[in-house]
C-alpha cells in the first residue's frame, strides 16, 4: 500500500503537516492541496491546537513545489479544468495568511514554486544551512505566482523583483536578510525543535533559542543592495537591463561581471514571462493580499491558455533539453497589449479566496 501524500498528525498542542511525496522533492498534488485547506480549517476552531508545524519529508526538500507535469499534461490534451489546481493553490495560500495561530513552516532543503505558497506567508518561517529558496518561473514560461505578487515587491531594496525576473537562488542569510525566514537555525537542531515545539505553547520563545545559537553570516545581498535597488527599480524591463548593460560595460566596477551576467540570464527566460512579472510585482506592491491571489489567478487563466508556459515544461522537465523556443523570442516583440490581456478578467470569472 502506497504512503499518503500529505500526514496530519496532533502532537501535543501542535498540529503537524508532513508534506509526504520525498521521491517528488515534495511537490503539491491537487489532492494535498484540497486535504490542507481541510485540515487547517479544523485546526483554526479547535481549541486542542494552539500551533501548527509544517515539514516536508526526506532531507532534500520542503517542497519544490506544485506538480507541473501533470499541469503540463492536462493542458496539453486539452483539459478545462487546468486552472483549478491554481485556484485552490491560491486558496490554500490565503488560509495560511490568515491562520489565527502561529504557523510554522521548517524549511530545510529546497523551498520552490508552491513550497513558497504554502511556507512564506507564515508566522514564523525557520530555516537552516541547506535551506535554498526559488521562484523559478520566468525560466518555464510562468509567473511567480503563489503569493508572489505580495512578498516579492514587501522584500527589501528591489530584491523581490530581481529573484522574479531573474529566477534567482537565495541562501539562508539572504533569506533571513530579505524577510523570506524569520529564523535561521542549524540543520543538526531541526529534529530537537521540532520535538520541542510540539512540547511548548511557547512557540516564540522556543524557536528563538535555537535562532541565537546559530551564526548565518553575512548576506551576500545586503552588500549589493544599493545597486539592486538603483537597477530594479526602474520603471520598466528594458531601463533595467540598459542599466545593467550600463554598468557591465565598467570594467573598473567591481560590480561589471555580476551586472553582466544578470542581464544574460534575464534575457534567457521567457520574453512574456519577465514582462508579465514586472509588471505583476508593481501591482502588487499597492494590493492587499487577496487582491493580489485574485490578481495571480487572472493571470494564470491567460498563461495556460499561451505557448510558453507548455514550451518551458517541455524543454526544462519533460525534455530536458534546456533550449526552449519562446514565443515571442525577443523582450522587444512582446507588446504591451500582450501583457495587459493577462489581467482582464477570466470567462470564468474571478476566483472566490
Same mark, same amino acid.
Not at 26 to 36: E, I, P, R, S, Y
Not at 67 to 96: C, H, W
Given at each position: 500500500?502506497?504512503?499518503?501524500?500529505?500526514?496530519?498528525?496532533?502532537?501535543?498542542?501542535? /498540529?503537524?503537516?508532513?508534506?509526504?511525496?520525498? *521521491?517528488?522533492?515534495?511537490?503539491?498534488?491537487?489532492?494535498?492541496?484540497?486535504? =490542507?485547506?481541510?485540515?487547517?480549517?479544523?485546526?483554526?476552531?479547535?481549541?486542542? +491546537?494552539?500551533?501548527?508545524?509544517? @515539514?516536508?519529508?526526506?532531507?532534500?526538500?520542503?517542497?519544490?513545489?506544485?506538480?507541473?507535469?501533470?499541469?503540463?499534461?492536462?493542458?496539453?490534451?486539452?483539459?478545462?479544468?487546468?486552472?483549478?489546481?491554481?485556484?485552490?493553490?491560491?486558496?490554500?495560500?490565503?488560509?495560511?495568511?490568515?491562520?489565527?495561530? %502561529?504557523?510554522?513552516?521548517?524549511?530545510?532543503?529546497?523551498?520552490?514554486?508552491?513550497?513558497?505558497?504554502?511556507?512564506?506567508?507564515?508566522?514564523?518561517?525557520?530555516?537552516?544551512? @541547506?535551506?535554498?529558496?526559488?521562484?523559478?518561473?520566468?525560466?518555464?514560461?510562468?509567473?511567480?505566482?503563489?503569493?508572489?505578487?505580495?512578498?516579492? %515587491?514587501?522584500?527589501?531594496?528591489?530584491?523581490? =523583483?530581481?529573484?522574479?525576473?531573474?529566477?534567482?537562488?537565495?541562501?539562508?542569510?539572504?533569506? #533571513?536578510?530579505?524577510?523570506?525566514?524569520?529564523? /535561521?537555525?542549524?540543520?543538526?537542531?531541526?529534529?530537537?525543535?521540532?520535538?520541542?515545539?510540539?512540547?511548548?505553547?511557547?512557540?516564540?520563545?522556543?524557536?528563538?533559542?535555537?535562532?541565537? @545559537?546559530?551564526?548565518?553570516?553575512?548576506? %551576500?545581498?545586503?552588500?549589493?543592495?544599493?545597486?539592486?535597488?538603483?537597477?530594479?527599480?526602474?520603471?520598466?524591463?528594458?531601463? +533595467?537591463?540598459?542599466? #545593467?548593460?550600463?554598468?557591465?560595460? *565598467?570594467?573598473?566596477?567591481?560590480?561589471?561581471?555580476?551586472?553582466?551576467?544578470?542581464?544574460?540570464?534575464?534575457?534567457?527566460?521567457?520574453?512574456?514571462?519577465?514582462?508579465?512579472?514586472?509588471?505583476?510585482?508593481?501591482?502588487?506592491?499597492?494590493?492587499?493580499?487577496?487582491?493580489?491571489?485574485?490578481?495571480?489567478?487572472?493571470?494564470?487563466?491567460?498563461?495556460?491558455?499561451?505557448?510558453?508556459?507548455?514550451?518551458?515544461?517541455?524543454?526544462?522537465?519533460?525534455?530536458?533539453?534546456?533550449?526552449? *523556443?519562446?514565443?515571442?523570442?525577443?523582450?522587444?516583440?512582446?507588446? $504591451?497589449?500582450?501583457?495587459?490581456?493577462?489581467? $482582464?478578467? %477570466?470567462?470564468? /470569472?474571478?476566483?472566490?479566496?
Amino acid at each position: 500500500m502506497s504512503e499518503p501524500e500529505i500526514l496530519f498528525e496532533r502532537i501535543g498542542r501542535a /498540529g503537524v503537516v508532513t508534506l509526504n511525496r520525498p *521521491k517528488a522533492l515534495n511537490a503539491l498534488t491537487q489532492g494535498m492541496v484540497l486535504d =490542507m485547506i481541510d485540515q487547517l480549517d479544523r485546526w483554526a476552531i479547535d481549541d486542542a +491546537i494552539g500551533h501548527v508545524i509544517v @515539514r516536508g519529508a526526506g532531507d532534500r526538500a520542503f517542497c519544490a513545489g506544485g506538480d507541473i507535469r501533470k499541469i503540463y499534461d492536462q493542458g496539453m490534451s486539452g483539459d478545462p479544468t487546468r486552472a483549478q489546481f491554481f485556484g485552490d493553490e491560491y486558496r490554500l495560500n490565503v488560509r495560511v495568511k490568515r491562520f489565527p495561530k %502561529p504557523y510554522v513552516a521548517l524549511i530545510d532543503g529546497i523551498v520552490m514554486g508552491g513550497g513558497v505558497g504554502v511556507s512564506v506567508h507564515g508566522s514564523h518561517r525557520v530555516g537552516t544551512e @541547506r535551506t535554498t529558496f526559488a521562484m523559478p518561473e520566468t525560466g518555464i514560461g510562468f509567473f511567480p505566482d503563489v503569493g508572489g505578487s505580495w512578498f516579492l %515587491p514587501r522584500m527589501p531594496q528591489e530584491t523581490g =523583483m530581481m529573484a522574479a525576473l531573474s529566477a534567482g537562488r537565495l541562501k539562508q542569510a539572504d533569506c #533571513l536578510w530579505t524577510g523570506i525566514l524569520t529564523h /535561521g537555525i542549524a540543520a543538526a537542531d531541526m529534529e530537537e525543535l521540532t520535538r520541542e515545539l510540539t512540547e511548548t505553547d511557547d512557540v516564540d520563545g522556543t524557536i528563538a533559542r535555537f535562532a541565537a @545559537r546559530h551564526d548565518a553570516g553575512e548576506a %551576500p545581498l545586503a552588500a549589493r543592495a544599493p545597486a539592486i535597488a538603483d537597477i530594479f527599480g526602474r520603471g520598466s524591463v528594458a531601463e +533595467i537591463l540598459s542599466a #545593467l548593460d550600463e554598468r557591465s560595460g *565598467k570594467v573598473e566596477d567591481a560590480d561589471a561581471g555580476w551586472a553582466g551576467d544578470l542581464a544574460a540570464v534575464i534575457r534567457s527566460k521567457s520574453p512574456t514571462s519577465v514582462m508579465l512579472a514586472f509588471q505583476q510585482l508593481r501591482r502588487g506592491a499597492t494590493l492587499d493580499f487577496e487582491a493580489c491571489m485574485r490578481l495571480e489567478y487572472r493571470i494564470v487563466c491567460h498563461i495556460l491558455q499561451g505557448a510558453d508556459f507548455y514550451e518551458g515544461v517541455r524543454a526544462v522537465i519533460v525534455d530536458k533539453d534546456n533550449a526552449p *523556443k519562446w514565443s515571442p523570442a525577443e523582450l522587444a516583440d512582446v507588446t $504591451e497589449a500582450d501583457i495587459l490581456a493577462h489581467f $482582464e478578467m %477570466p470567462v470564468g /470569472g474571478d476566483l472566490d479566496v
